[in-house]
């Protein structure tokens, strides 16, 4: 069974520009969903998307969007970066939505804006 | 609103020495809680969750915790640490129908020799 996995593992950008990460799920997970850990910090929700639509959304800015491919696979865009937008970036997957549904992280993606 | 704190931001610990994590969260209705562990440069992994139940619950690692309601608590114990349990350890609660967790600031564990 292959886990979370997440790309690139690290990545550095300048103030303005976008950037897509990649997540593939744990097989047999429909449901992805996104956290930004700043350092020093705990991880802090960004959305959720189950079955190709978005199903929740954190206290992010419009210019954080995402996708979910039919083979569950899913991307984070951030458009227009700004220095705070560094971070450890997770993805994590679960079988299904809902509270009592186990998430499964992959090891992130570090981003550094300049 | 929903919400988790970890009082403690760093606690060092003597290698064979007892544990204890301390976690309070603020939910409505009945949490469905974990403890992750993150160790440098690594994503989280799981040590133990509760969902109902008995309120004392069994983990990865030798680790335990014990859910208290009336506390709003859910500490995070070890009987004896191993130099291999330093890391940072979240407390987090799922919330609304995503099961979007909600994470704590997390405490960072350094064990000494």
């Known amino acids: 069974e292959t886990g979370v996995t997440q790309s690139p593992t690290h990545l550095i950008k300048t103030r303005g520009q976008q950037v897509t990460l990649r997540c593939s799920s744990q097989s047999g997970h429909n449901t992805v969903s996104w956290y930004q850990q700043a350092l020093g910090q705990g991880p802090q929700f960004i959305f959720q998307y189950y079955r190709e639509e978005e199903n929740g959304r954190g206290n992010f800015p419009p210019r954080f969007s995402g996708l979910q491919f039919p083979n569950y696979s899913s991307e984070l865009n951030v458009n227009a970066l700004e220095l705070d937008d560094s971070a450890l970036y997770l993805c994590?997957?679960?079988?299904?939505?809902?509270?009592?549904?186990?998430?499964?992280f992959g090891p992130g993606t570090r981003l550094t804006v300049l | 609103a929903q919400s988790v704190t970890q009082p403690d931001i760093h606690i060092t610990v003597s290698e064979g020495a007892s544990l204890e994590l301390r976690c309070n969260y603020s939910?409505?209705?009945?949490?469905?809680l974990f403890w992750y562990v993150q160790s440098p440069g690594q994503g989280l992994q799981l040590l133990l969750k509760y969902f109902s139940g008995d309120t004392l619950v069994q983990g990865i690692k030798g680790f335990e915790a014990e859910f208290k309601r009336s506390q709003s608590s859910f500490n995070l114990r070890k009987p004896s640490v191993h130099w291999s349990d330093a890391a940072e350890y979240f407390c987090?609660?799922?919330?609304?129908?995503?099961?979007?967790?909600?994470f704590g600031q997390g405490t960072t564990l350094q064990v000494k020799p």
């Open positions: 939910y409505g209705a009945t949490p469905y």
């Open positions: 994590a997957s679960s079988p299904r939505p809902g509270e009592g549904n186990e998430q499964f």
């Open positions: 987090a609660v799922g919330a609304s129908n995503t099961g979007k967790l909600i």
